[in-house]
């Protein structure tokens, strides 16, 4: 725990100094492309940008702590206003993304070591093969062109149907915010305009978690505990599941949290190629428009988000495995 | 498991009224496997709104802020344009000024203040009345928050109103330009007084907070909401102070659908789904053409892309060389190979079609002779030296153009090392007030603001815009050419003015200080139920939705 905040206070630091000495004046692209060089000092006293740095990160940190991420150069909004509205419907596309990919790939991975050299495994393999080595936007356009242009089952874009409104803000969770207010119009759209991303950007992950679960668990098979527990009679489904998949999980639990690492990479593209009103458009400006504030905020909650990944990951393990003991 | 809560459950009764027995869980069984497919069927069925009165526009910009005093840039221009008014406007499909909210104006013999006349029974949005104190806040509030498009209002000294429906500028100088300005569309739109107070804080008197998320203005259609990164809504004003009695709109509903990906687009409008896309890929451009229910509109823009050459540092100092240059590139293969036909060669250093455009330049050529007798009179007659070619990153078309130059100019012995900086770093180097540390060449752009050509000249060749103040970033001087805006810009006589404005063309022509390049064009992509659209060339991503409507 002390380390991962000690993470975080590391990337605050590097981000406020490379978002600082890089090259072009903030102020001077807030300004305005025209602006008269005393409207430009202006903007600089309006965010204090023409303090000493150390005194600025002083600012910065003070305000962070009290959950203030300052003030967007660009939209002039407070970043956290944005940061809700962009950060969620991201955080939404990844978490279905992530949860597809699990409970997906892991049965498609037991499946293909138990029926392990049959056409089955040969199947899942073939599958797996071409999740890892198709790039997400060549597959999020092929769907796209298959299920929305010629099909017409699914949209080509956005979060929710234009002409329906967005459910009630609870979570910012479309998903969930529809289901709690059981607002079904609301669900019904929803899932239908998240499925399509979702599958582009799970895919690749799929499939290796799927061949991660499939290696893993051959080598559990293989243990001698595995022939004692089905020479004392236990049924297949246990021995398999209980004594088997339970020992087989801490690498899989690994990998699946890098993957949801990487996910946060393929989702900024997801979101391009499916409208998708995330994180990705948002980050892409502010870094075009060097909008420090706003980088800053982008950089520590995707670093918040990793870190609590891989704390969370760290914490499964003494779930699954009672060997593993943190002090 | 399944045995277990059917226990639970008949244990607590939860439905005493019903019997809950075996052929209760068979229509349970009945149930889920019915509801399922249903529900996947929903799921595939699940599109399909009614959507004929509603306009769906699909476009890649969303702006950053909806605040008329703040924003400024060109994603801004389609909601501006119809929520909010301005006191005059541009014609439809031209660069002419018309009366917009105000009926009439009068301007005092030396030209230093206006007075309009408004339309009465003008209301906001929100219901209050907009009178000429309105409109003087409006002006207030811009140039109290001194951002962006507050430049153009510099000039202003005072605004106020005279009467209900009079409102009177004083202005520090003659400002000839100055109907051109107030009909632009960053700035100078009327926001209501009421909405500002109602949500100004201490911190926050101007309310720019609740303003870039929300627009209460005058115009035919209101602000409805802004869901962020996915679309902005409005909808029909039905108070609006021109009436709907006789027009042949029946847009009740605006969806301005922000959809990054081009090629989306095109899909979203072959189905329907959308009825006109901003952003269709030169390829998939071709592709459409022909297509039937689909219209495509091009017409060239008043954007500029230039060459800019370093005039005070390096081989570009001296105009033979500059000339030399102008004469190597290949223009035709520019608009032909790079461009293929998307753009129009540039005619001077102000835009083809704006008032007191000079039209009796020469359209520059390739002369590879005439380059190297340029170039031997410089004292490099074989070349030899090698220049910096600097581009903004994402614009392809530059970097292409920068390749064109570097094959011709190879011919001529001179290297030229092509660098592609992001913006905020291209910026950088362009603003030191050392010519030393400016590239010898920058390719840069330029949207004007308001349709007069000293929009162009005087930010980009006056001498008193090196940087770092503004845009004349090769350090371009010319004491003639500085005169000559400088009277220009106090000049009231409409005909003079242009004299010396097309004098100065003149001269900026011969200095060479850039090579004016094209005016791309604007693509516009139409389903064809959409009736009533005219191109405005200065509202370049606008529409002009009171006039027009749908067939559907």
Redesign the interface.
């Known amino acids: 725990m002390g380390y991962t905040l000690l993470t975080l206070w590391g990337l605050t630091l590097i981000t406020f100094v490379l978002t600082r000495v890089v090259p072009g004046d903030p102020a001077r692209i807030a300004a305005g492309p025209q602006a008269r060089q005393e409207q430009v000092e202006q903007v600089r006293r309006m965010y204090g940008l023409d303090k000493p740095l150390w005194v600025q990160y002083g600012i910065y940190m003070a305000n962070l702590l009290r959950g203030d991420f300052g003030k967007s150069l660009w939209s002039k909004r407070p970043v956290i206003d944005d940061l809700k509205a962009y950060f969620l419907p991201t955080m939404e596309l990844g978490l279905t993304a992530g949860l597809m990919f699990f409970c997906l790939g892991v049965p498609l991975g037991i499946l293909s070591a138990v029926y392990r050299n049959s056409p089955l495994d040969h199947l899942s393999r073939l599958f797996a093969l071409a999740g890892v080595s198709l790039p997400v936007f060549i597959f999020g356009l092929v769907l796209q062109l298959v299920f929305y242009k010629i099909l017409g089952w699914f949209p080509a874009g956005g979060r929710i149907d234009p002409f329906i409104p967005p459910p009630r803000h609870l979570t910012g969770f479309y998903l969930l915010d529809s289901l709690i207010t059981g607002n079904w119009r609301a669900l019904v759209s929803s899932l239908h305009h998240i499925f399509l991303p979702a599958v582009t950007l799970a895919y690749g992950s799929l499939a290796v978690v799927s061949r991660m679960t499939r290696a893993s668990l051959l080598e559990v098979l293989g243990q001698d505990y595995i022939r004692t527990a089905r020479a004392k009679g236990l049924a297949e489904r246990v021995v398999l599941l209980k004594h088997a998949l339970r020992n087989a999980m801490v690498p899989i639990l690994t990998i699946t949290g890098l993957q949801i690492g990487s996910l946060l990479g393929g989702v900024l593209l997801v979101e391009i190629i499916f409208s998708w009103p995330g994180l990705g458009t948002y980050a892409y400006t502010a870094v075009t428009v060097l909008d420090v504030n706003a980088i800053m905020a982008i950089t520590l909650v995707t670093g918040i988000l990793y870190t609590g990944v891989n704390l969370l990951v760290d914490l499964l393990y003494t779930v699954v495995d009672p060997r593993i003991r943190y002090r | 498991m399944r045995c277990g809560r059917k226990e639970v459950e008949a244990g607590r009764k939860p439905y005493p009224h019903k019997n809950v027995t075996k052929e209760g869980g068979m229509m349970r069984k009945f149930l889920l496997y019915s509801l399922l497919p249903m529900f996947l069927g929903?799921?595939?069925l699940?599109?399909g709104?009614p959507?004929e009165r509603?306009l769906?526009i699909a476009t890649g910009l969303?702006p950053?802020?909806l605040?008329i005093g703040?924003g400024?840039e060109a994603a801004a221009i389609n909601v501006n344009l119809v929520v909010y008014e301005r006191l005059v406007r541009y014609k439809p499909g031209s660069v002419e000024v018309e009366p917009e909210l105000a009926k009439s104006w009068s301007v005092s013999p030396d030209g230093k203040v206006w007075t309009f006349e408004l339309h009465s029974g003008i209301v906001f949005h929100d219901g209050t009345p907009c009178d000429a104190a309105a409109v003087a806040f409006s002006f207030q509030r811009a140039m109290a928050i001194?951002?962006?498009?507050?430049?153009m209002l510099?000039p202003i000294e005072r605004v106020e109103a005279v009467d209900d429906l009079t409102v009177r500028f004083t202005l520090k100088r003659p400002y000839p330009e100055f109907l051109q300005v107030l009909a632009n569309i960053f700035g100078t739109g009327i926001v209501s007084p009421a909405a500002v107070k109602a949500h100004a804080t201490e911190d926050d008197p101007w309310a720019?907070?609740w303003l870039?998320?929300h627009m209460v203005g005058t115009g035919p259609y209101k602000f409805v909401e802004w869901?962020?990164?996915?679309?902005i809504?409005l909808r029909r004003f039905e108070d609006y102070w021109r009436g709907w009695d006789g027009v042949k709109n029946n847009i009740e509903q605006v969806?301005i659908?922000?959809?990054?990906?081009p090629?989306?687009q095109r899909?979203?409008l072959?189905?329907g789904?959308v009825d006109i896309a901003m952003d269709i890929s030169v390829d998939d451009w071709e592709l459409l053409k022909g297509t039937p229910g689909i219209v495509l509109v091009e017409e060239p823009s008043m954007h500029a892309t230039y060459l800019r050459f370093n005039c005070a540092a390096g081989p570009t100092a001296d105009v033979r060389v500059r000339k030399a240059i102008r004469a190597a590139l290949d223009y035709k293969g520019m608009i032909e190979y790079v461009l293929r036909g998307h753009a129009v060669q540039m005619q001077g250093a102000a835009a083809i079609g704006l008032p007191c455009h000079n039209n009796e330049l020469p359209l520059p050529v390739q002369d590879l002779d005439l380059a190297r007798k340029l170039l031997a009179e410089a004292g490099y007659p074989h070349g030899g030296f090698t220049l910096e070619y600097v581009y903004e990153s994402g614009h392809e078309d530059r970097r292409r153009v920068g390749e064109l130059l570097q094959a011709s100019l190879a011919e001529l012995g001179i290297a030229l090392k092509i660098i592609e900086l992001?913006?905020?770093?291209l910026?950088?180097?362009v603003?030191a007030a050392d010519p030393e540390r400016t590239p010898a060449i920058v390719a840069n752009g330029w949207w004007p603001d308001y349709a007069d050509v000293i929009n162009f000249l005087y930010?980009m060749y006056h001498s008193s815009q090196w940087p770092?103040?503004?845009?004349n970033i090769g350090f371009y001087k010319n004491e003639e050419v500085d005169k000559l805006l400088d009277r220009a810009q106090v000049e009231t006589d409409p005909a003079v003015r242009c004299e010396l404005l097309k004098k100065a063309q003149a001269l900026i022509y011969e200095d060479c200080p850039d090579i004016d390049l094209y005016h791309l064009t604007t693509r516009i992509a139409l389903r064809d139920w959409v009736k009533g659209y005219v191109y405005s060339p200065i509202y370049t991503e606008g529409f002009f939705l009171y006039d027009m409507w749908l067939e559907k």
């Open positions: 929903l799921l595939v699940g599109q709104v959507r509603t769906v969303q950053s802020t605040d703040v400024y001194n951002l962006g498009p507050a430049w510099e720019q907070e870039s998320s869901v962020k990164g996915q679309h809504i969806i659908r922000y959809i990054t990906e090629s989306v899909l979203l072959e189905r789904d992001p913006w905020p770093d910026w950088e180097r603003s930010p770092p103040v503004a845009f």
